[in-house]
Structures are given as C-alpha cells and as structure tokens.
C-alpha cells in the first residue's frame, strides 16, 4: 500500500531523536529503575490554583465544544498578560487558542508558507521543527550556532541566508536544547532583517519564564513587528501542565483568521475545563513560577558544577531553559554512543544532540526535571562513565 508524500516529509533524524528515550521507557516498563532526563517534562507540581479551578471546571460539567479558537475571555486574558509583558497592544482577535506550543508551530506554519517556500532557523534547533516546516512543504534553511559563541547567531551569517524565496525567519528563546537567550541587540537585528526583506518572524517562547542570564525579550515588543510576528507560547514548562495541552498563537488578524479554518477541520477547538483551569495562571502571576525559575538556575548551576570534572567533556552553562548540553567528543565516543553506555551501564537516560543539528553533533541534552538529590546522583553517574573511558583496562574508575 502507497502513503502521501507527507510521510516522508515528517520523519527524519528528528524523529529518530527520541530513540535512547523510548528505549529507556521499554526497560522501565520491564521494572528497571532509571534516571530520566530526556524530555522536558516537569517534576514539580503544578500551582494549586491552576488544580483547583480545572476540578471545579470539571464538577461544573465544562466538557462540552468550546469555540473553535477559544474563549473569548480566556483569549482576552492571554492577550492583556502579552501586552503587560510586551507594552504593545494585543487584543483577543490576535489570539488563537492551541494545545501547546507545538501544535501552536505546526499550525502557525501551515499558514505562513508553502512548497518552494524558505524556512530561516538558527541551528542547533528543536528535533521537530524540521517536521513541522516539511509537513507545510517548506524548505528549512539552517544558519550554525557555534558553541565556542554560547550558541549565539552570527548576525552577518544570519542575513546572508536570506533569499529571494525566504518567507519566514524562526527564532527560540530561551533556546532549546542550548539554554542561549537572546540579547536585545540580537532581536533588534532580527527584527530589522524582517522589515527590510518582508519576511515573517516566528518567535517560539516557550521558555519565556525561565531565562535566568537576562530577561526574555519578545520581538513583538519592538517597533514595526507586531504585524509581521508570530508569538507561540504555552504554560506546559513555566506552570508544569505540559499533559493540559495549553498553548497560543498571537499574531495579525489577518493570520488568526486562518488559523481559525485550519482548526475547524483539525482539532476544533479544546476542552472548556482546561481553558478554565489556566484563567488563575492568565490574569495573575503566581509565585510558583517564580519558583519553578529559581529550580532550573539552581539545578542548571549543581549539574554544570558536577560534570565540570568530567575528562574530556565540555559543559556548556545554560542562560535560560531547563537543560544542559554536555559536549562528549573528547571522549572518543558519539553522543549516540555515550548515551547508550550511560542507558546500559548506569541506567540514567538522556538525549543525544546529533538529531538536532551538526553544531551539536557530539552533544548530550540533559533534562534538569529531577528534584536536586536525584540530579545529582545522575551526574556523578555520567561523570563515573566518562571516567570509565580513561581508566586502565580491566580497571573501574572511582
């Protein structure tokens, strides 16, 4: 039986990035104890108020269709926190309820370009916006980030990748897996390569509330881009509710408008209670966010301080996010390699770099979702093993 062309489209070496992961998940379902740190996926607990309005949503029978963009409060409420932290305008219209940030990029491209189409992002980049950027027919158009630059973009290099057939320049900041968050004159930069070549901007801020070496800067702030930019965002890594499936899009109407056609013939819509359950999260600033922040800079400073000892491995220190990149090459082994021994030999689980981009191959992705005792624990197991490499054979290193 023949598949559509989308198919091939949508897999590649980011879809083969989850593989040490899935293969972690199988042993642990099998009764092995391991150490996860693969995926973004929150340890804490979410703000109780953020609980208590979702189950009173619940008892109050919200589990109907709600509209197919959202609430109109509930999109009012994203849109007046957005105009707090960006001091422009925003207004319910140039919200789109989606469930999650990646949904929320998948559906934002659909609608900014096509086949023959050119996609600008900064490589390292997030396994699935190849993905995402092929299933609209798109061409992604990569431009390095070196690590002996903190994954910063090279801004010259950057504006030469811009073409004739560029529609869409796509920037994450905090960035993932790299934990580089932008300065301001990086954005500025940005922003103007936009105006001048006519190009949308896609700003993925997930990570927003967790930049720790400066304040997150949306380009939407800036001057002249509110009608050029794309703000996708979420609550899954700041509230820990990554399972609410909660996410935005904030752009032009002239684009929510679009959006709003793609949603009624894919997911129309999203669950009542859930929109509910995020009002508390939308209309104040709860301090468990603020705690959330200081875990990942606290987490981030511990693990980078534990495998600094590590022969022949490279930490690069995180601005922001909730991972670390630990760069192996000096031991001889791929990334894909050491993760695997790391799986085998002391049953700790992280993510090799290589389906990411070529600026990280030889890179580890090491999830900080572990309270402090278990972090810890895990680095001294990965320091143990790239130890191992060094000590005589027969021998095991202490």
Known sequence: MRFSPLVDRIAGKGAEAWNIHHDAERQRAAGREIIFLTVGDPDQPPPEPIIAATIAALRQHRTGYAPIVGYEQTRA???????????????????????????????????????????????????????????????????????????????????????????????????????????????????????????????????????????????????????????????SKSHAIPGFRFGWVIGPVALTRHLFNLILCTLYGGPPFIQDGAMPALTGELAEV?????????????????????????????????????????????????????????????LPCDGFGPSVVGHLRISLTAADDILAEAGRRILRLARSFNAPSGMTAG
């Open 77 to 235: 409420a994203i849109a007046a926190r957005f105009a707090r932290r960006t001091g422009q305008p925003c207004a319910a219209e140039n919200v789109v309820i989606v469930p999650g940030t990646q949904a929320g990029l998948y559906c934002a491209l659909q609608c900014l370009a096509g086949p023959g189409d050119e996609v600008i992002v900064p490589e390292p980049m997030y396994a699935t916006y190849e993905a995402v950027a092929g299933a609209a027919g798109a061409r992604i158009v990569n431009v390095p980030l070196r690590p002996e630059n903190g994954f910063h973009p090279d801004l010259d290099q950057l504006a030469r990748a811009v073409t004739p057939q560029s529609r869409v320049l796509w920037i994450n900041s905090p960035h993932n897996p790299t934990g580089a968050v932008l300065r301001r004159e990086e954005i500025a930069f940005v922003a103007e390569l936009c105006r001048r070549h006519d190009l949308w901007l896609v700003s993925d801020e997930v990570y927003e509330d967790l930049a720790f070496a400066r304040p997150h800067l949306s380009p939407y702030a800036l001057p002249g881009m509110a009608e050029r930019t794309v703000v996708i965002s979420s609550l």
């Open 290 to 350: 603020a705690a959330l922040h200081e875990d990942y800079r606290r987490r981030a400073a511990l693990l980078a301080g534990i495998l600094g000892a590590a022969p022949n491995c490279r930490v690069a220190q995180p601005e922001g996010g909730m991972f670390l990149l630990l760069d192996v090459r000096g031991t001889g082994r791929g990334s894909e390699e050491f993760a695997r021994l790391l799986l085998e030999r002391e049953a700790v689980a992280v």
